[in-house]
Structures are given as structure tokens and as C-alpha cells.
């Protein structure tokens, strides 16, 4: 028997998330911190009670909650998926009609195109500056022109590490006649939020996840917040039991230490700041580095013709960060692991 792959299977190129054992791993945009001891044991307890024989909430009620409640937002506007990836594949899949047209803003998260094209939708795709930036007005003549049926972006963006303001995004909602799908993952790092208008627009979704400040990546809890019609049909088209019942008990226990997750993030701010000032000052008046751009997440992005070669030399040395081409990009560890590799930049950027 020979079986084909489909065409548009064969056209597909996977997701490359990086592999191997690293001492120091900033290829993820993860959050340095792991739980503490105290919480630990919460968490222990909570998992305790987990009743390992039943089917778990199939709505995770208790973690919705717990989410509407550190953003201050209405529960009922949440709908929790096996992290936000598993969200932007629900809406991919489910919102959209073959062939509708769905815009990309390049560069940008890459699940989103990929999404679009393994459900047959339509990717367009418009890129940023040389400066990674882009006008709201380009995208809404766009979106109106050529009538898209969702534009989907990450603010703050990652790679680039940019964001639009919140002023311009209610711009951007209020001119299209589409949805406008704005993923927040590295919001907990800015102040431009616009989670709080999913009552106020019907064409609004807001994606949140808990792998990056949150510092749960380990268990793949996301959200979607939207107006009451979005999240009933989001409810309605997901799997029943998308999220386990582990991880739901453990993300309340986490949601729930609304002082600590403030804390916790203000330290991560602090941390990306001080790299990104350590990193200026190397880069500067270094012909090998093209720019650095200013960050308002927890990584730093680097325009250098070298990425692949110092990801390399970073590599040997344990460090992992991500290479794009003519990018790297480099999260933020610890205070003592920033240290590290700002020393190991320095020699690598010397020897080159
Ligand atoms: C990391 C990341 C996600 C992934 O979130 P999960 O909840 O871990 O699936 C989504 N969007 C962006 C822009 C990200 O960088």
C-alpha cells in the first residue's frame, strides 16, 4: 500500500521548538521562576483531592473563575483551553469558513499562519518596517479593502518584542468589520491591556495563557476572552475535556496568589531591563550587531546577520536562545543567569 499525504499535509513545515538539555534555557520566553515551597505544598494539596477515576469539569469552572478575577474581568467571558495554542486552533478551525481570508502581521507569533493554512483558510500576510513596526491604519485599510474575516497579532509582539498601544488597538477594533483576535501572552509585562472591552466589542477576542508570567508552561492552560455569543459557541466546538482536572487544580492554586504573580512579574520586568541595558551597552559600537530593539516583554530581540553562528557559540556553552533568520532573540533568566550569558556574549561578539 502507498499512502499520500494530501497536498496540503505535504506543504506543511513543522514547529521547531528547540531540543537537548541546556544549563541555561532562554529560548522560550518561559518564566525563570518555579513554584516555592509554600506554594508547592498547596499545590500538593490541591492535586490530593484530584479524583483521578472522574472526567474532569469540562467547562474548568473554578480556573475561570480564578482567571476573571486576577484580571478583573467577568467569568462569564472565559473560556479555558489546553494552552492558548490549543485556543488559536479552536478559532482556526471553527470560526471560519473554507477559504475565508485571516491576516497575519509578519513577523509574528507562527501558529497563527500555520493554523490557517492546515484548516484551508486563506493566509494573508502584511509585513512590518524595516523598524518591526507597522501603522494601525495600514492594517485597517487592509482588513477593509481586502475583506478579511480576522486579523490575528500578538501585543506585545513576540519575536519582536514590540507592542501597539491600547488607544491604537480600540482603533483597529472599532474601523474593521471583522474579528480582531489580539493575543496578550506577554501582556503581564505591559500596561496596555484591552481584556476589560470584550463586552464593549463583539468582534474582540483576547488570548491569555499561563506558560509565560504566569510561570506554568509545564501544564498547558490558556484562555480566550470574548463577549458572551464568542465564548458560548467557543464552549460549545471545543473537545469536551480539554483541560485536565490536574491542571485545572493546579492553576487555581496558582491563579489564586494574586500578590505573588504581581511580584513575581514586576521581578521578571526588572531582570529583562537590566539585560536589555547590559546587551545595549555590548551591542553598541559593535559592527557585528545590526540593532536592539527596545522590549516591552520578558526577552530581548537582536537584528545581527551573525544569529546563527553566536545561537551556535551560545549552544557549546550551554546557553540556549532562539535564532531567526537575521534575529535572535534571548528571554530573560535570573539575575546570576543574565550574568552568564552577558559574559558569554562579550567573548563571542570579541572572537567573532
Ligand atoms: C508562548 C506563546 C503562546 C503559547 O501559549 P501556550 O498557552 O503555551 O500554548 C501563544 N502566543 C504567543 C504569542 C506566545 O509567544
Redesign the pocket.
Known amino acids: 500500500m502507498s499512502y499520500n499525504l494530501t497536498g496540503k499535509l505535504q506543504k506543511i513545515s513543522p514547529y521547531n521548538p528547540i531540543e537537548g538539555d541546556y544549563k541555561i534555557r532562554l529560548d522560550a520566553?518561559e518564566s525563570y521562576i518555579n513554584v516555592n515551597e509554600t506554594l508547592n505544598n498547596k499545590i500538593t494539596d490541591a492535586v490530593s483531592k484530584v479524583l483521578f477515576n472522574r472526567y474532569p469539569d469540562p467547562f474548568a469552572v473554578k480556573v475561570c473563575e480564578a482567571f476573571a478575577d486576577l484580571y478583573d474581568i467577568p467569568k462569564d467571558n472565559v473560556t479555558a483551553g489546553n494552552?492558548?495554542?490549543?485556543l488559536?486552533s479552536i478559532l482556526s478551525s471553527c470560526f471560519f469558513e473554507k477559504e475565508d481570508a485571516v491576516l497575519t502581521i509578519e513577523p509574528d507569533?507562527s501558529?497563527y499562519a500555520f493554523y490557517s493554512s492546515l484548516y484551508e483558510l486563506t493566509p494573508h500576510k502584511l509585513q512590518k518596517n524595516e523598524n518591526l513596526e507597522i501603522s494601525v491604519d495600514t492594517i485597517i485599510d487592509y482588513c477593509n479593502s481586502k475583506k478579511m474575516k480576522a486579523v490575528i497579532f500578538?501585543n506585545p509582539c513576540?519575536p519582536t518584542s514590540l507592542g501597539i498601544c491600547r488607544e491604537d488597538v480600540i482603533r483597529l477594533i472599532e474601523s474593521v468589520k471583522c474579528l480582531v483576535i489580539v493575543?496578550e501572552?506577554?501582556m503581564d509585562f505591559w500596561d496596555q491591556s484591552v481584556i476589560n472591552l470584550t463586552d464593549k466589542y463583539d468582534n474582540l477576542i483576547v488570548?491569555k495563557?499561563?506558560?509565560?508570567a504566569i510561570g506554568l508552561?509545564s501544564i498547558?492552560?490558556?484562555f480566550a476572552v470574548a463577549c458572551k455569543k464568542i465564548t458560548d459557541m467557543l464552549r460549545t466546538v471545543k473537545s469536551p475535556y480539554n483541560t485536565d482536572a490536574v491542571s485545572q487544580a493546579l492553576s487555581v492554586a496558582v491563579l489564586t496568589e494574586k500578590d505573588m504573580l504581581r511580584k513575581n512579574a514586576s521581578e521578571i520586568i526588572r531582570n529583562k531591563d537590566s539585560l536589555l541595558k547590559e546587551i545595549n551597552s555590548i551591542c553598541k559600537d559593535n559592527n557585528k550587531i545590526d540593532k536592539v530593539y527596545d522590549s516591552v516583554t520578558n526577552f530581548v530581540f537582536i537584528k545581527t546577520s551573525f544569529a546563527k553562528d553566536i545561537q551556535q557559540k551560545l549552544q557549546n556553552k550551554s546557553i540556549s536562545v532562539r535564532c531567526f533568520d537575521g534575529y535572535l532573540r534571548i528571554n530573560t533568566g535570573s539575575a546570576d543567569e543574565n550574568r552568564i550569558v552577558i559574559g558569554a556574549l562579550k567573548e563571542i561578539l570579541t572572537n567573532l
Open positions: 520566553n494552552g492558548s495554542d490549543e488559536i507569533f501558529m500578538s513576540n493575543d501572552a506577554y488570548l495563557t499561563c506558560s509565560k508552561a498547558r492552560m490558556g
